[in-house]
Each structure stands twice: as structure tokens, then as C-alpha cells.
């Protein structure tokens, strides 16, 4: 069964602080995303990865960098937390093999920046 | 470029009632479209999905109908439960390599 994980579901941190989020997924798939998801907003793309060491900016990509230095995992990196970064990440990877190109999603990370 | 536009929640609908959510899209080109389902507090995962026009994708009760003429892939279900109750996200893959994403539509279900 297919599996995408992140590492915290739930992250409270203070204001100025570096915060990283995990995902790591088992499917051997080449692409992967970071999401941020607000009420009322949907599902907004902060950065995308082609591959290893191979990275995009998404709609949204100011205050927060990346990393995906193996291919099975993609790290989110806020370098200076803001209150305005509170908000659920999910992550999400998928494979270019077949047509469909459907995403497979990780449980997400709330976090919180007080 | 491409866009997905969805109705705007929430739908709140009593058990067995007949449900409808409308999803348009602009797009070039033949794109794939999809229905994913959040559950509350999990992340999204694939409900259904149709590759080229007129394909049905279904999965759970839940069917859509990829309509090229009319631009549209609206979900629909016959009798909804309780336990369906969550947000539904239209998407579609085109020729960009970034999928698009509506805004979400929130479910509620009453007993």
C-alpha cells in the first residue's frame, strides 16, 4: 500500500524560529509537493521537486525554502517563522509512470506560530 | 491557464438525499480530471478520476462524467451517508506539469 508520511501532525512554534517539515514517501515516486491549505483559500503550491536536488517555486513560495536531497524524501524549511505561516501543510508526491498522474497525499501538519 | 472552478460549500444534505457538486475547468489540450475527498483532520486522498472524454470514473457510489463539450466533471451520488460528510477537491492535470486544484466544496451529512 502506498504511504506518504510527514512527520508531525501537530507543530507549535514561536515566532523567528527555523521550523522543518518532513515528508517521506515509500512509492519510490519522482515528483513531490508542499502545500498549504487555509479556509476559504483551497490548496495553494509552495514549491514542487521534479526529482532529487531538483526544485521549483510554486504560487506561493516566500519565507519558505526546500530541500530533497534523496528521492524518497522532501523537506519544508520556514527560516524565520511568522504568525501569518500558521496554517496545515500537506505533502504530496506522485509518479509520472501511467496516465493518470494522481497524487497521493500525507495526513498533513498543523502548525501553529505563536 | 488552467483553472478549476467548483461550487462553494458548505452543501448540507439529510442521509439518503441525492447529492450534486459541480466542477468546471479551463484548460488546454485533453486534461486528466479527478475528484479527492478529505476526511476531517487526514489529507486528501484520490475518490475518483477520468483520463479522456466521456470516460465515467466511480468509486464508493460516487460518479463523475468527464464532459469536453460542456467543460464540466461534476460529482454525483444517489444516497449519501453520514460518514461521506467531508471537503471534496476537483482537480485537473493539463499540459502543464502542476495540477490544478478548485477551492473545495464542504459536505455535511445529517442523520
Known amino acids: 500500500d502506498v504511504k506518504v508520511t510527514q512527520s508531525s501532525r501537530y507543530l507549535v512554534k514561536r515566532t523567528g524560529e527555523k521550523v522543518f517539515l518532513e515528508c517521506v514517501q515509500d512509492?519510490?515516486?519522482?515528483?513531490m509537493f508542499w502545500y498549504r491549505q487555509d479556509p476559504g483559500l483551497g490548496l495553494r503550491l509552495i514549491y514542487f521537486s521534479y526529482d532529487v536536488k531538483m526544485k521549483e517555486k510554486g504560487d506561493i513560495p516566500e519565507g519558505y525554502s526546500v530541500s530533497r536531497e534523496k528521492k524518497e524524501r522532501f523537506s519544508l524549511i520556514l527560516e524565520s517563522a511568522s504568525t501569518n505561516q500558521t496554517s496545515m501543510y500537506l505533502c504530496?508526491?506522485?509518479?509520472?509512470?501511467?496516465?493518470?498522474?494522481?497524487?497521493?497525499f500525507g495526513p498533513g501538519t498543523r502548525l501553529t506560530v505563536t | 491557464g488552467d483553472s478549476v472552478t467548483q461550487m462553494e460549500g458548505p452543501v448540507t444534505l439529510s442521509e439518503e438525499a441525492f447529492l450534486t457538486i459541480n466542477c468546471t475547468y479551463t484548460a488546454t489540450g485533453y486534461p486528466s480530471l479527478f475528484w479527492y475527498v478529505q476526511y476531517p483532520g487526514e489529507g486528501l486522498q484520490l475518490l475518483l478520476k477520468?483520463?479522456?472524454?466521456?470516460d465515467k470514473g466511480s468509486n464508493k457510489g460516487f460518479e463523475a462524467t468527464y464532459r469536453k463539450e460542456t467543460t464540466s466533471f461534476h460529482l454525483e451520488k444517489g444516497s449519501v451517508q453520514v460518514s461521506d460528510s467531508a471537503v471534496y477537491f476537483c482537480a485537473l492535470r493539463g499540459g502543464s506539469y502542476i495540477p490544478t486544484f478548485g477551492r473545495g466544496t464542504s459536505l455535511i451529512v445529517h442523520p
Open positions: 504530496a508526491s506522485r509518479t509520472l509512470a501511467g496516465d493518470s498522474y494522481e497524487q497521493y
Open positions: 477520468a483520463t479522456k472524454a466521456d
Open positions: 512509492m519510490d515516486h519522482e515528483n
